[in-house]
């Protein structure tokens, strides 16, 4: 994740602004944490010392180690991801007695329906992005998935 310092500054300022003690942002597999020392932010809001003797600390921004997402070194998938574009449940077919929408092997082409994402009641349909052959799926069905999380590959 690459963060331009005129970026980490406006945080700090949020920050400062609303009074909040720390931020944290994910992109993916990486983070940024920016904090602020509680016990500067509770004298500041208590009005204890003067406004002249109130020093706010520079923020400290702590770089997040990536999270592995793959531990199997072995399985090395190749291939598009098809991605999760929203909190929801995941259904591989659209009824439990009705077969699945793709299956690993199967050839798919562009906007076809590979699986479906409910969320608050709605079914939404997921297409495919590319033409190709699903190669994995990584979802159980009826299994909950979170944003961005990955679905399936197509190669």
């Known amino acids: 994740?690459?963060?331009?310092?005129?970026?980490?500054?406006?945080l700090a300022k949020i920050l400062a602004d609303n009074d909040l003690t720390?931020?944290?942002?994910?992109?993916?597999?990486e983070a940024i944490v920016i904090k602020r020392d509680k016990e500067v932010v509770s004298k500041i809001s208590?009005?204890?010392?003067?406004?002249?003797?109130?020093?706010q600390p520079a923020p400290v921004i702590q770089q997040a180690a990536p999270i592995p997402t793959n531990?199997?070194?072995?399985?090395?998938?190749?291939?598009t991801p098809i991605t999760s574009p929203m909190v929801g449940t995941f259904y591989a077919a659209p009824s439990s007695d009705d077969e699945p929408f793709?299956?690993?092997?199967?050839?798919?082409?562009?906007?076809q329906v590979v699986c479906i994402i409910e969320a608050m009641k709605l079914?939404?349909?997921?297409?495919s992005e590319v033409?190709?052959?699903?190669?994995?799926?990584?979802?159980?069905n009826a299994k909950p998935v979170e944003y961005g999380q990955v679905l399936m590959y197509v190669e």
């Open 123 to 127: 079914m939404n349909k997921i297409e």
């Open 71 to 79: 531990t199997n070194k072995e399985e090395e998938i190749k291939g």
């Open 131 to 140: 033409d190709g052959k699903i190669v994995k799926i990584c979802v159980e």
């Open 22 to 29: 720390e931020i944290t942002l994910e992109n993916g597999e």
């Open 1 to 10: 994740m690459n963060f331009e310092t005129d970026y980490i500054k406006k």
């Open 46 to 55: 208590s009005d204890v010392i003067p406004v002249q003797q109130c020093v």
């Open 102 to 111: 793709v299956k690993v092997g199967d050839i798919v082409k562009k906007g």
